[in-house]
């Protein structure tokens, strides 16, 4: 008796675990953007209530962005991005918002190749 309670005390916390993975959801989102500025830029914005991790990289463009999607939608997570000035591959940041970016964080129009924090 005392091992079947045992086994479903286990199976109880196994299918609980599973259950709880399963409210995350990742993506992958192309933002734009030139070096760590950014990178501090887009992160800080999205420490945000239904986003568990955010990552994003100056060299590949990429945002990985992991979160609990009956918090915060994907969309969301674009909309929030583009706020703080930053383009990403559904939305677009207002050209006001954009402007205001410091030189090196400028991305639309300005090369920025030769710069050290390019990365």
């Known amino acids: 008796m005392k ?4 086994l479903f005390l286990f199976l109880l916390a196994a ?11 990742k993506a992958t ?3 734009y953007g030139n070096c760590t ?13 239904g986003i568990k ?3 994003w990289s100056p060299k590949t463009k990429k945002l990985e962005v992991v979160y ?7 969309q969301q997570i674009h909309e929030i ?25 400028l ?3 300005h090369d920025h190749s030769g710069m050290k924090d390019n990365r």
């Open 15 to 25: 299918s609980s675990v599973a259950v709880a993975q399963g409210k995350v959801q």
């Open 37 to 49: 500025m950014c990178k501090n830029r887009i992160e800080q914005a999205l420490d945000n209530k």
């Open 68 to 74: 609990v999607p009956s918090k915060i939608t994907e």
């Open 81 to 105: 991005v583009a706020s703080v000035g930053h383009d990403t591959d559904k939305v677009k940041a207002k050209d006001e918002v954009y402007s205001e970016l410091p030189f090196c964080c």
């Open 53 to 55: 991790q955010a990552v």
């Open 3 to 6: 091992s079947n309670i045992i």
């Open 29 to 31: 989102i192309t933002v």
């Open 107 to 109: 991305y639309r129009d």
